[in-house]
């Protein structure tokens, strides 16, 4: 049972473009949502979140959107650059237990040149 | 400050083996979660620790146990080793792990090779 999904397994995006990475989730209990960006054989790095009682949270060049009653929530890349290109997961988790991330599967963003 | 530090970072066992990870948190921080990640499963949940008791369980067999210290560090020990558990397995720490808006970091992981 995948309740958290990123149906986009690659992205393929041109340096300064925007980057747009989906996520859709099932569990509406879920309250925090957070993006985490992972190069091969190293650990997550954190990005960037959100709580359910927001729709929107900036972080310079990282927009997370959350459209609860669609149960989905992007993340914006502006502008893409080359070190952009890793592997991002979303993640979600419920109140209470903030350190039980549920993760998605990820999406491969290729930014190029 | 240091972050999340995980030992060893690389190793390999043979089946039936055992083995023990060990996580140091991010000073100040009391909660411990360990991960497994795998090409077929993704990132999954193993357990959490705060304050030397476990307090959040994922759906792993019991091979899977961990424990934490009174200094926050942890270790997660796998008995019987099998094939499928080759695997990274990471470590992530916060402050306290419970409420939303408690970021958290992650180490460098654990590559276990399962031969």
């Known amino acids: 049972d995948q309740q958290v999904k990123q149906n986009s397994p690659s992205l393929s995006v041109q340096e300064g473009r925007i980057s747009i990475l989906n996520c859709d989730y099932t569990?509406?209990?879920?309250?925090?949502f957070l993006w985490y960006k992972k190069y091969p054989a190293e650990g997550p790095t954190f990005l960037i979140s959100?709580?359910?009682?927001?729709d929107k949270n900036e972080d310079g060049r990282f927009t997370v959107f959350l459209n609860k009653s669609a149960k989905h929530l992007s993340l914006h890349i502006v502008p893409s650059q080359p070190g952009d290109s890793a592997v991002y997961f979303c993640?979600?988790?419920?109140?209470?237990?903030?350190?039980?991330?549920?993760f998605g599967t990820g999406t491969r963003l290729q930014v190029t040149l | 400050k240091a972050g999340v530090t995980q030992t060893p970072r690389y190793l390999i066992k043979t089946r039936g083996q055992q083995v023990t990870l060990s996580c140091s948190p991010i000073?100040?921080?009391?909660?411990v979660s360990w991960y497994q990640q795998t090409p077929g499963q993704g990132l999954q949940f193993l357990f959490e620790?705060?304050?030397?008791?476990?307090?959040n369980k994922g759906n792993f067999p019991g091979r899977f146990s961990g424990r934490q210290f009174s200094n926050s560090r942890s270790e997660m020990n796998v008995s019987t080793l099998e094939l499928g558990d080759s695997a990274l397995y990471l470590c992530?720490?916060?402050?306290?792990?419970?409420?939303?808006?408690?970021?958290?970091?992650f180490g460098e992981g654990s590559w276990l090779t399962v031969v």
């Open positions: 992530a720490s916060s402050v306290t792990g419970r409420s939303s808006g408690n970021t958290i970091y």
């Open positions: 569990n509406s209990m879920f309250d925090y």
């Open positions: 959100i709580s359910s009682i927001k």
């Open positions: 993640a979600a988790s419920l109140t209470g237990t903030a350190s039980k991330l549920t």
């Open positions: 000073s100040g921080h009391r909660s």
């Open positions: 620790y705060f304050s030397e008791t476990q307090r």
